[in-house]
């Protein structure tokens, strides 16, 4: 598989996202039963998003569609994506999402990456300059809002960061949340954000990089470095990555720069290693666009991220456990910036 992204690598990822997003079963549900009337199927629970395994997943891989159809207009798969997006984002589902977030048991659901993957998708569906583009962002509006103010209201609440490699971590929920907020216009949530991630990472130095843990997919090192390369000034952000990794131009901590081995693909959670060598060849692409050229990290950096990329794009297809999510990830690597 090719480490560009073409419109033939983003046909054969929009086919595998395709695959699943109306795929129900199986189902890992994030759902508080508080009596029986709570006994429902994930397509009862979730109108648009009770696919490809679970909830977040669903949402990204619907974010994987609407990036491809901007990205290359009038590809192969773009009337598959039309028509995918066309049938499941509309007005009474999205309504039904909403209606979810209503129940009092859902205050933690999703928190803080689902939250953070559907004002991805939103932020994305904004960028269309497309009647279509337009429709779908209008109709996702409700539950976009709706998952900005839970941001709003937890993020003043949320003493620590979570520096987990896994669905917890904070960094990467607010890389995700301030390209939203630079789409829709939202100076207000890109503003927390960013006072968030100072409050919790600037004071941050020679970090040891005790990673990867079994089940990562995410670097809690280089995901908090790639939002404070989004959070500071080139300058200070400088600074900053010179006192976090010191001594990142010689290659160290060694782990950063190495693939992480996966042993068993079919394990859903060992699976998840391979979404971590895409999302650290993701971070290190935005922490390399955040210093200067002549910088002597960027050279290896480069080559990192390349060998992380190349490590895991061949399996994004293959055991159902990796190929509900990973094509997202391969997504974010290959195409790291959205504007």
């Not at 020679?206 to 280089?222: G, H, K, N, V």
Request: aromatic share 10%; hydrophobic share 45%.
């Amino acid at each position: 598989m090719s480490s560009a992204l073409t419109p033939m690598l983003g046909a054969r990822l929009a086919r595998i996202a395709l695959g699943h997003l109306t795929r129900e079963y199986p189902n890992k549900l994030d759902h508080v039963i508080a009596g029986p009337g709570d006994v429902k199927s994930p397509r009862e629970l979730h109108p648009i998003f009770f696919g490809s395994f679970d909830w977040h997943s669903c949402v990204h891989g619907h974010w994987l569609l609407a990036r491809l159809y901007r990205r290359f207009p009038g590809f192969e798969a773009g009337e598959a994506i039309r028509g995918m997006l066309d049938a499941q984002l509309t007005e009474a589902k999205v309504a039904g999402e909403v209606a979810y977030l209503a129940q009092p048991a859902t205050r933690g659901f999703e928190r803080p990456y689902g939250w953070a993957w559907l004002l991805m998708l939103q932020g994305e569906l904004l960028r269309h300059a497309t009647p279509e583009g337009r429709r779908w962002a209008a109709a996702l509006a409700p539950l976009a809002e709706a998952f900005e103010r839970r941001f709003q209201a937890y993020l003043p609440l949320a003493t620590y960061p979570v520096r987990a490699g896994t669905h917890f971590n904070s960094a990467f929920a607010l890389l995700l949340a301030r390209d939203y907020a630079a789409a829709a216009g939202r100076a207000d949530l890109a503003g927390l954000c960013a006072a968030s991630a100072r409050r919790w990472y600037e004071s941050d130095r020679a970090c040891q990089a005790w990673e990867p843990s079994q089940d990562d997919f995410l670097s809690p090192a280089l995901a908090e470095a790639a939002l404070m390369a989004d959070v500071l000034p080139p300058e200070r952000f400088r600074m900053w990555f010179a006192a976090f990794l010191p001594d990142a131009p010689s290659g160290a901590p060694a782990t950063l720069f190495s693939p992480a081995t996966v042993s068993d693909r079919t394990d859903g959670k060992i699976a998840h290693l391979d979404g971590l060598n895409l999302s650290r060849a993701w971070c290190w692409r935005r922490i390399i666009a955040a210093l200067p050229s002549s910088d002597p990290l960027c050279a290896r950096a480069q080559q990192t991220a390349a060998l992380h990329l190349s490590s895991a794009l061949e399996q994004v297809a293959g055991d159902y456990m990796g190929e509900h999510w990973l094509a997202t990830f391969a997504l974010l690597a290959l195409d790291p910036v959205s504007a």
